[in-house]
């Protein structure tokens, strides 16, 4: 809709500004110009306007910084000063990590942890309204996954740590 709108206003003033600078008279040279500036101008929005999403990615839509819609992938034209776009890629994505904790019997140890993780599309506007961006998702996975291999960690001997290490994942989930 808005595409279509800002077509049919580049078009009227695409053509009164060309039929006032052909016109001999000095006002309608000026008012073609500034007509001119104007259809610029309004050109110069179309570019930031549109959006693409990638196939392997989910957008909030946010107007006026309030999440308000979800798009998937494709092609979109918004006011880019009105809405702005959150990406989330809904592929699988893994955090790395490695943590110094120490066991029950006050034992030092290095775990590293793989923590795999996937966006829900449809979860994408609840993301957004509790935590922001992608950037601050992935960190609080990171910190909430760290804790609880710490806090496993913690409650076994090191020695049943070494003997049950194959079972540790099931527990720390």
Known sequence: MLGIILGVLFAILMVASFSCVMLQNKVAKILGGIGGGIFAVLLSFIPASVKTVDATQVAVVKVWGDAQETRTSGTHIDFWLAKQYVYYPITTQEINESI???????????????????????????????????????????????????????????????????????DIV
């Not at 994408?124 to 496993?152: C, F, H, P, W």
């Open 100 to 170: 110094e904790a120490y066991s029950q019997d006050a034992q030092s140890m290095t775990a590293n942890l793989v923590v795999q993780y996937k966006i829900d599309a449809s979860s994408a506007m609840q993301i957004t309204k509790q935590y922001g961006d992608n950037d601050t998702l992935r960190a609080r996975i990171q910190s909430i996954a760290e804790e609880r291999v710490k806090s496993v960690l913690s409650r076994k001997q090191a020695m049943a740590i070494i003997e049950t290490r194959a079972t540790l994942s099931a």
